[in-house]
């Protein structure tokens, strides 16, 4: 029944490292997020998807990659992660185009980076 | 630029009524939202407003005021477990959310 869904909640590993996060929708909708909120507890938007197409990509180390199989799925790749990559990451979505209408998070997944 | 203004903590006695203010500049303005998030939780909806004036919602109420640029969110009948934070977020001209840091809302007995 879970709407949004990600996988890991939580994540420790060390500097350099390579992981990912899975993103898992089931509410239909057409456009997908995600966030990372950091210690100071801003929410910032990292990537948007709109029926698995890129939308908006704000300015995050291209370290970070994400990737949306289909519009129920967006999974977020990191490379040679860094000490400053620690935070929460949200996945979110939301029934329409762009950052139009209410948001649906996911749980969040803890990152600590050692 | 943009930016997002609200108190970064406030305490509340259980019962009571308290109000969380929000100020904005955004580029162009497509509406208010206001989350709450629990403690290690997610943020969940909680208001969304567009047009000036008081939106209802049970013991939970949001007001806007365009041209000042300007939201609230009004908690009445206090209980323990309205302790959160609560985030005030701008819908900007592309329609991109502009994120405040977040109130965090202390209630004791």
């Known amino acids: 029944d879970t709407a949004v869904s990600q996988t890991p909640k939580y994540l420790v590993t060390q500097m350099g490292n390579d992981k990912s996060i899975k993103c898992e929708q089931n509410?239909?909708?057409?456009?997908m997020y995600w966030y990372k909120q950091d210690s100071k507890k801003f929410l910032k938007i990292m990537f948007s998807?709109?029926?698995?197409?890129?939308?908006i990509n704000e300015t995050v180390p291209n370290r970070f990659s994400p990737k949306s199989p289909d519009k129920a799925h967006l999974n977020l790749h990191i490379n040679s992660l860094e000490l400053g990559d620690s935070a929460v990451y949200f996945c979110a979505s939301s029934p329409l185009a762009g950052d139009t209408g209410e948001l649906f998070f996911g749980e969040g997944s803890r990152l600590t980076v050692l | 630029g943009q930016n997002i203004d609200q108190p970064t903590e406030m305490t509340a006695t259980e019962g009571a009524i308290v109000q969380i203010n929000c100020t904005y500049q955004?580029?162009?303005?497509?509406?208010l939202f206001w989350y709450q998030q629990h403690a290690g939780e997610a943020p969940t909806f909680l208001s969304y407003?567009?047009l000036d004036g008081l939106e209802e919602k049970g013991r939970f109420s949001s007001f806007l005021s365009r041209s000042k640029g300007y939201s609230y969110l009004l908690l009445k009948e206090l209980q323990m477990k309205d302790s959160a934070s609560y985030l005030c977020a701008a819908l900007d001209s592309n329609y991109q959310l502009i994120w405040g840091a977040g109130t965090k809302l202390i209630i004791k007995p």
């Open positions: 998807y709109n029926n698995k197409e890129l939308i």
């Open positions: 509410l239909g909708h057409d456009t």
């Open positions: 407003n567009v």
């Open positions: 955004t580029s162009g303005f497509n509406g």
